[in-house]
């Protein structure tokens, strides 16, 4: 069974950092994507970032040039850098991993909570 744990939410201003961190329970490099999604009450899930296993990296327009995936195979952990951030990225982060076959293979961590606000 995978197990996703997410860490480094938190209460930032406008204009900080955070970095959040995406640990697996077993090798990353197995999955054929990781990405970060976010969610806000009442609104569905929507990506932020995806790394696929060859190494190549997906945004959405909204964080282009301030969010950076990446990932620590050797450690099982995939990252979310996060700058600038402006109270519109409060939300839930979710970290998932998925693998395409038959049909797709979705795994989730429970989500933290990243707040911008003053």
């Known amino acids: 069974q995978v197990q996703l744990v997410e860490s480094g939410g938190g209460l930032v201003q406008p204009g900080g950092s955070l970095r959040l961190s995406c640990a697996a329970s077993?090798?990353?490099?197995?999955?054929?994507?990781m990405g970060w999604y976010r969610q806000t009450p009442g609104k569905q899930r929507e990506l932020v970032a995806a790394?696929?296993?060859?190494?190549?990296?997906n945004y959405a327009d909204s964080v282009k040039g301030r969010f950076t995936i990446s990932r620590d195979n050797a450690k099982n952990t995939l990252y979310l850098q996060m700058n600038s951030l402006q109270p519109e990225d409060t939300a839930v982060y979710y970290c998932?991993?998925?693998?395409?076959?038959?049909?797709?293979?979705?795994?989730w961590g429970q989500g933290t909570q990243v707040t911008v606000s003053s």
């Open positions: 790394l696929n296993r060859g190494g190549t990296t």
């Open positions: 077993g090798s990353i490099f197995s999955f054929d994507t």
């Open positions: 998932n991993a998925r693998n395409y076959g038959i049909t797709v293979h979705d795994y």
